[in-house]
């Protein structure tokens, strides 16, 4: 494209697609977001397909599956040597920016014991500019390093706001003959803990009656309550972050040749299914919320199932760039731009290759799946596990594996789900299997035992308690 566009990418961590106005939560205040999804392409059947926060990391800055860039689990590092989102720009031409939560340095010792401590420069992945933190959810009181610089820097506000400020701070120090800019930007809410939002938001919601969603069980709906007031206030929030964002950027004179993307890492399941946070092939915790406006983009809805390892190519792609051999994802690009139909059967490949935090806290096992624009389906080393039709039954409370009327349709699915997995060159070993080839045995996520085995709480009475589990250590 001429000129060439700028991109930014903007993240948040843990916001689930339901989640949002413009997809008809009656509980969010998000005006901002709603007015930009009708100015947007809104990427309605977007997923996180291994739907935790360093997997979709790695996937995100190299465009390769977690199998292949190895972070799998939490706290994996990333090779410092791959062929990265900010390299491939920078051979096109562009500054590349990164603003806020990294969590692709990683913790050898499997202990979280990096989480703290300067990123160095070798592993920021090629970025111009760096000012992030490996991994914090104090979204009051955090910090940043910048570059190579080793003192820690506060944000000195809700960090969200900080960081947006920072991002319009440097377009605003752009100067017209300034190369094209990749600025991506992650923001830590509104993952837990849930009591973090600024004061005003947290008061807008303190005493609010909230309509939950119809697979919370009875049992868990005044927890349900608690918690997601805390993160609706996050949410509100990240929406007047937006407000900040967007003001800029037409402040700028930016607006009109940039491509903008607003998305989420991975959902949250929030008591939907009896289940907690994200890891699970259910819509609450792989479905995020995907809006992409710029030059050459139209508006309206596109049912592809865009996943983490799709990014980084389709923005090349949109921007006219090599996407290099190492990316596995698909580009979308001709999609994007409305000069190729969307197939409807096109799937995006669900995965968690090992059990760890959320699945061994719910007695799972490791999974593979896909979810296309109707149907979600998953197996596990036992067989068969989750089938859904998500037309008929969006809250997947009727599961029809084994159910005789669809036979033919698990069949077709098991097949399709297949010839996924040759694609991918997946041979779906059990998990502790993909943890000792890559060294990952002695992490501390993956040490814990189940406190309760999950059981559909809508066919089988919901989770059997565990006693005498060992303690559970949540990422």
């Known amino acids: 494209m001429h000129p060439p566009p700028n991109v930014v990418f903007v993240f948040a961590d843990e916001w689930r697609a339901q989640s949002t106005g413009y997809a008809g939560d009656p509980n969010c205040e998000t005006p901002v977001l709603d007015a930009l999804a009708a100015e947007s392409l809104n990427l309605t059947h977007a997923v996180s397909g291994c739907s935790v926060c360093c997997p979709y990391r790695g996937s995100l800055l190299t465009g390769q599956y977690p199998l292949t860039h190895g972070i799998f689990i939490n706290d994996v590092e990333l090779d410092p040597d791959s062929v990265s989102i900010a390299r491939a720009f920078e051979a096109g031409g562009y500054d590349t920016h990164y603003i806020g939560k990294w969590h692709v340095y990683g913790s050898p010792e499997g202990k979280n014991e990096r989480r703290a401590t300067p990123v160095p420069r070798s592993h920021q992945m ?128 930016l607006e009109k040749d940039t491509i903008l993307v607003v998305t989420s890492d991975h959902g949250d399941m929030r008591s939907s299914q009896a289940l907690q946070t994200k890891c699970f092939p259910f819509d609450e915790s792989i479905r995020v919320p995907f809006l992409i406006r710029g030059p050459g983009i139209p508006t309206g809805e596109l049912p592809i199932p865009m996943d983490a390892p799709d990014i980084m190519p389709s923005l090349l792609g949109l921007c006219g760039l090599e996407i290099p051999e190492s990316v596995e994802g698909r580009d979308w690009s001709p999609e994007l731009r409305g000069q190729a139909e969307a197939d409807p059967e096109d ?96 992490y501390r996520e993956t040490q814990s035992t189940a406190r309760q085995l999950w059981r559909d709480p809508w066919k089988e009475g919901g989770p059997i308690q565990v006693e005498g589990a060992k303690p559970y250590i949540i990422a």
């Not at 090629?126 to 910090?143: A, I, M, Q, V, Y």
């Not at 960090?159 to 605003?172: G, I, L, M, S, Y």
């Not at 206030?233 to 964002?245: T, Y």
């Open 126 to 253: 090629g970025f111009d500019d760096w000012r992030g933190f490996e991994c914090t959810h104090n979204h009051l009181n955090s910090g940043y390093y910048h570059n190579d610089d080793p003192e820690l820097h506060a944000w000195g506000d809700y960090d969200a706001f900080a960081q947006t400020r920072e991002a319009v701070r440097q377009w605003k120090e752009r100067r017209p003959e300034d190369p094209p800019l990749l600025q991506i930007l992650s923001w830590g809410p509104p993952h837990f803990p849930l009591n973090n939002a600024p004061e005003a938001y947290r008061k807008r919601y303190e005493h609010r009656v909230l309509q939950l969603r119809k697979n919370v069980p009875v049992h868990l709906r005044d927890q349900a309550q608690e918690h997601l007031r805390g993160y609706y206030a996050h949410i509100a929030a990240l929406d007047h972050a937006l407000d900040l964002l967007l003001t800029g950027l037409k402040e700028s004179g």
């Open 347 to 442: 799937a995006a490949f669900l995965n968690m290759s090992a059990e760890f935090t959320e699945l061994q806290f719910n007695g799972m096992q490791a999974y593979r799946g896909l979810r296309d624009r109707r149907y979600t389906y998953v197996r596990n080393l036992d067989g068969p596990w989750l089938l859904y039709d998500n037309e008929v039954d969006p809250f997947q409370m009727n599961n029809l594996i084994g159910d005789s009327d669809h036979a033919d349709l698990q069949q077709r699915l098991e097949q399709k789900l297949q010839s996924m997995l040759v694609q991918r060159g997946d041979a779906f070993l059990p998990g502790e299997s993909y943890l000792e080839q890559a060294g990952l045995t002695h």
